[in-house]
C-alpha cells in the first residue's frame, strides 16, 4: 500500500503562492504520515502517497510552512487505502519465507490468475509494498535460517527472479539471508543467477554475478531511523523522498509532526543516524 502520487489542486481564487514549503498530513486510525509537497503550478501541488498499516479512509491535510514559521492548513480531503494485487502476491511471498519449492512461482501465478508477463509488469509496486511492510526481527530469506550452510533449497530469491521481478529481486538481497540466498543452488541444482539468465534477465544476471564475487553490495530502496513514537523513512527511489510516521495513540498536533520532519529533512547528520 502507498508510494503513488497524489495531486491537490486548488480553486484560483486560491493559489498556492511561491516561496514556501508545503506538507501533506494523512491521519488515520493508528498511524499519522507527513510528507513533504511539491508546488507543480499556482494552483496544484504533488506528493508521495505513504505505505500505512490499515485498508482504511484517511484524511489527507495540505499544509504551508511560512517564513514566520507558522504552520496552516488549506484544504483538506480523504483518500481511501485499498488492497490491490500486488500488495497482496507481496504479503503471500513474505509470509512463505523457507517453505517454497520449484513450482511455487507457477502456483502463484494460478492463484492470482496472472502470466509471468503481468506478475513482472508488478515489479515496481510490489517493492514499493514490501519496503513499507515491518518485518518480524527474525524473519530471513532463507526461513528459519541456522547461519549453516544451506545447500539445494529453492528460496524467495529463486522464485522472484522466476517470476520477473527485478526490482524485488533486489531488495531481497538487502534482507537478512539475501547474500545467502544468491548463492544457493536450488534442488534441480540451479542459482538464482541462473535463473536469471534463462530468463533473459541479463542485467540481474550480471548484479548477482558481483554478489557472488563479493565486488558490490546491494544498497536498500528505503532507509528507516526509529525515534520514540515515529519512523522516519527515506526512499531513495524517489527523489529522496522523505516520510514521517507517527504512532497516533500519542498525541501530538498537526504542526508538532510537520515541524518533526522539517527537522530531520534539515539535519545534516541525518545520513549518520539512518539505518
Same mark, same amino acid.
Given at each position: 500500500?502507498?508510494?503513488?502520487?497524489?495531486?491537490?489542486?486548488?480553486?484560483?481564487?486560491?493559489?498556492?503562492?511561491?516561496?514556501?514549503?508545503?506538507? !501533506?498530513?494523512?491521519?488515520?486510525?493508528?498511524?499519522?504520515?507527513?510528507?513533504?509537497?511539491?508546488?507543480?503550478?499556482? $494552483?496544484?501541488?504533488?506528493?508521495?502517497?505513504?505505505?500505512?498499516?490499515?485498508?482504511?479512509?484517511?484524511?489527507?491535510?495540505?499544509?504551508?510552512?511560512?517564513?514566520? =514559521?507558522?504552520?496552516?492548513?488549506?484544504?483538506?480531503?480523504?483518500?481511501?487505502?485499498?488492497?490491490?494485487?500486488?500488495?497482496?502476491?507481496?504479503?503471500?511471498?513474505?509470509?512463505?519465507?523457507?517453505?517454497?519449492?520449484?513450482?511455487?512461482?507457477?502456483?502463484?501465478?494460478?492463484? !492470482?490468475?496472472?502470466?509471468?508477463?503481468?506478475?513482472?509488469?508488478?515489479?515496481?509496486?510490489?517493492?514499493?509494498?514490501?519496503?513499507?511492510?515491518?518485518?518480524?526481527?527474525?524473519?530471513?530469506?532463507?526461513? $528459519?535460517?541456522?547461519?549453516?550452510?544451506?545447500?539445494? =533449497?529453492?528460496?524467495?530469491?529463486?522464485?522472484?527472479?522466476?517470476?520477473?521481478?527485478?526490482? !524485488?529481486?533486489? !531488495?531481497?538481497?538487502?534482507?537478512?539471508?539475501?547474500?545467502?540466498?544468491?548463492?544457493?543452488?536450488?534442488?534441480?541444482?540451479?542459482?538464482?543467477?541462473?535463473?536469471?539468465?534463462?530468463?533473459?534477465?541479463?542485467?540481474?544476471?550480471?548484479?548477482?554475478?558481483?554478489?557472488?564475487?563479493?565486488?558490490?553490495?546491494?544498497?536498500?530502496?528505503?532507509?528507516?531511523?526509529?525515534?520514540?513514537?515515529?519512523?522516519?523513512? $527515506?526512499?531513495?527511489?524517489?527523489?529522496?523522498?522523505?516520510?514521517?510516521?507517527?504512532?497516533? $495513540?500519542?498525541?501530538?498536533?498537526?504542526?508538532?509532526?510537520?515541524?518533526?520532519?522539517?527537522?530531520?529533512?534539515?539535519?545534516?547528520?541525518?545520513?549518520?543516524?539512518?539505518?
Amino acid at each position: 500500500m502507498g508510494q503513488q502520487s497524489v495531486l491537490a489542486v486548488f480553486e484560483m481564487t486560491c493559489p498556492v503562492p511561491e516561496g514556501a514549503e508545503w506538507y !501533506f498530513v494523512y491521519e488515520g486510525s493508528s498511524q499519522n504520515h507527513v510528507t513533504v509537497a511539491q508546488r507543480l503550478n499556482a $494552483k496544484t501541488l504533488e506528493s508521495v502517497v505513504p505505505g500505512h498499516d490499515t485498508l482504511e479512509d484517511v484524511t489527507v491535510s495540505a499544509c504551508i510552512y511560512t517564513e514566520a =514559521k507558522s504552520v496552516s492548513i488549506l484544504g483538506c480531503s480523504r483518500i481511501t487505502y485499498v488492497e490491490d494485487v500486488a500488495s497482496k502476491l507481496t504479503q503471500v511471498l513474505v509470509e512463505s519465507a523457507g517453505m517454497v519449492d520449484c513450482t511455487s512461482h507457477l502456483t502463484l501465478l494460478e492463484q !492470482f490468475g496472472l502470466t509471468r508477463e503481468a506478475a513482472q509488469s508488478l515489479d515496481e509496486n510490489m517493492t514499493a509494498a514490501v519496503e513499507h511492510l515491518e518485518l518480524p526481527p527474525s524473519w530471513n530469506l532463507l526461513g $528459519k535460517w541456522s547461519g549453516k550452510e544451506i545447500n539445494h =533449497k529453492e528460496t524467495l530469491l529463486h522464485v522472484s527472479v522466476r517470476l520477473g521481478l527485478y526490482k !524485488f529481486s533486489q !531488495f531481497l538481497l538487502c534482507q537478512p539471508g539475501g547474500i545467502q540466498a544468491a548463492i544457493v543452488p536450488n534442488e534441480e541444482g540451479l542459482m538464482p543467477v541462473d535463473l536469471a539468465l534463462q530468463n533473459g534477465m541479463h542485467c540481474l544476471a550480471e548484479y548477482l554475478k558481483d554478489i557472488e564475487n563479493s565486488q558490490v553490495t546491494p544498497s536498500v530502496g528505503i532507509s528507516k531511523t526509529y525515534g520514540d513514537s515515529h519512523i522516519l523513512q $527515506k526512499c531513495r527511489s524517489r527523489r529522496n523522498t522523505s516520510i514521517l510516521t507517527v504512532d497516533n $495513540k500519542i498525541r501530538h498536533s498537526l504542526e508538532s509532526d510537520i515541524l518533526l520532519l522539517r527537522g530531520y529533512i534539515h539535519d545534516t547528520n541525518l545520513e549518520n543516524m539512518v539505518r
